[in-house]
């Protein structure tokens, strides 16, 4: 739902004027906002405003709300402009299914190329988001494990993919593990797709991962209403 909130937008003053990346650091920023919910489905992201926050001109921020549009994270609407966007649960669904299909297929790829050290890695991750109490951090957390086993990966294009639908609904998956109290199975999960990797068990790997996503879309779902 649309938050309809027209105050002053919730991002760090930073001075990019004189920085080559202009484009990329203003991309950067507003992806993490919005993934992180600091900016709600539904707010405008005036260019003028973003421009005075960085100290750059409108150009690298209409580049980067371009790139923004490109990835689903931002929408124009008659009238209003660039927003942020929002899914409906079919849309939230959709895109679960596709993280289901190609997810599995990165982590069946990678099992056989992880090293001792990225395992290790891996582990302490694992563990970091099993004992976390702040919920800001659930999904960074949470990001951080999958991601680490899938970068063993040379499906370098199916990870894009699956960055990209995890982008999408990444405010989501936060949701859902706090409101589903989610984390302590998602805990349990996590340790039994690692053993898998640990014992080098690819299609195991690749099955738990599958249905870890399916159970995070069911559960979801279940308490998107109350979102």
Known sequence: M?????????????????????????FDALRKAIIEGQLEE????????????????????REAI?????????????????????????????????????????????????????LADARQKCAAFSSATDPMAYGDLNRDFHE??????????FQEIADNAIDRVERQIRAQLVMS?????????HFAILEACEKGDADLASNLTREHIHGAKAS?????PEA
């Open 66 to 118: 371009s790139r923004l549009e490109e990835q689903g994270l931002v929408k124009t609407q008659r009238y209003k402009g660039a927003v942020v966007a929002g899914l409906s649960p079919r849309e939230t669904a959709e895109i679960f299914d596709l993280r289901a299909l190609v997810e599995p297929e990165i982590i069946r790829n990678a099992v056989p190329l992880m090293s001792k050290e990225l």
């Open 148 to 157: 680490t086993l899938y970068s063993a990966s040379d499906l370098k294009f």
């Open 220 to 224: 979801l779902l279940k308490h998107l």
């Open 2 to 26: 649309a938050s309809g909130r027209i105050g002053p937008m919730k991002l760090k003053t930073m001075d990019i004027s004189a920085t080559a990346s202009a484009s990329s650091i203003v």
């Open 42 to 61: 539904g707010e405008p992201l005036r260019q003028d405003e973003i421009a005075r926050l960085f100290n750059t001109s409108r150009i690298p921020v």
């Open 181 to 189: 109290n989610g984390m302590e199975r998602a805990g349990r999960e």
